[in-house]
């Protein structure tokens, strides 16, 4: 069983995945905005997903795309931060840095038969008579490398991570997620200390 991530148009839930738009927090919880390794300044909001009980947000640098690592899990230019939801409130964006997108839209999960993704995927868009751009990710099930297997390790136990989500860059070219033209994101979490990390490939 293939879990797809289908775009849907409109704002999601606060606690919902969803692509764009503001990072959120629990109110009464502080929020310190990821900054990047390499240039210092903050990294760009791309997404929330939930997986379980926990909102996994992604945030990559896109100040000077391509010159801060930021398609490495462990080179600094991109986190995920992970909270649990509760009462949430979005969080203020910054005055500096290219921290937020010119977009936002919420995703629905469709279960379909199978074992691959990328069969999934476009036979999913071709059934349904859309563009398989449409088709945002894969939540769990087994990673579609570009490039061959990079399975982080926990920086805790030094284990290899288990894969939560499989991302593409989005519905619209003009407002699509840079993973270095046509690449794809990885995103995985160690449950030893519910961290999680973020890399592409292209």
């Not at 993704?117 to 945002?136: D, F, M, Q, T």
Request: glycine content about 10%.
């Amino acid at each position: 069983m293939i879990k797809l991530l289908i775009n849907s148009s409109g704002r999601a839930e606060m606690s919902e995945t969803s692509f764009g738009g503001k990072p959120v927090k629990n109110i009464g919880e502080d929020f310190h905005w990821p900054k990047c390794s390499c240039c210092k300044l903050p990294m760009q909001f791309l997404a929330k997903l939930r997986i379980d009980e926990e909102l996994h947000q992604i945030f990559m640098c896109q100040n000077d795309p391509g010159m801060c690592d930021d398609w490495d899990a462990n080179g600094g230019g991109n986190t995920v931060v992970v909270i649990k939801p509760f009462e949430l409130e979005f969080v203020q964006e910054l005055s500096e840095g290219e921290t937020l997108r010119e977009t936002e839209h919420s995703a629905k999960v469709v279960s379909v038969d199978g074992n691959d993704y990328e069969a999934a995927r476009s036979e999913w868009a071709e059934k349904n008579g859309i563009s398989p751009r449409e088709v945002l990710d894969q939540i769990s099930g087994e990673p579609s490398w570009i490039q061959g297997d990079e399975t982080p390790n926990c920086t805790v136990c030094n284990k290899p991570m288990e894969f939560v989500a499989q991302l593409e860059q989005g519905p619209d070219w003009k407002t699509e997620m840079n993973f270095g033209g046509g690449g794809v994101a990885y995103s995985f979490r160690c449950t030893c200390n519910g961290s999680a990390k973020f890399l592409w490939q292209c």
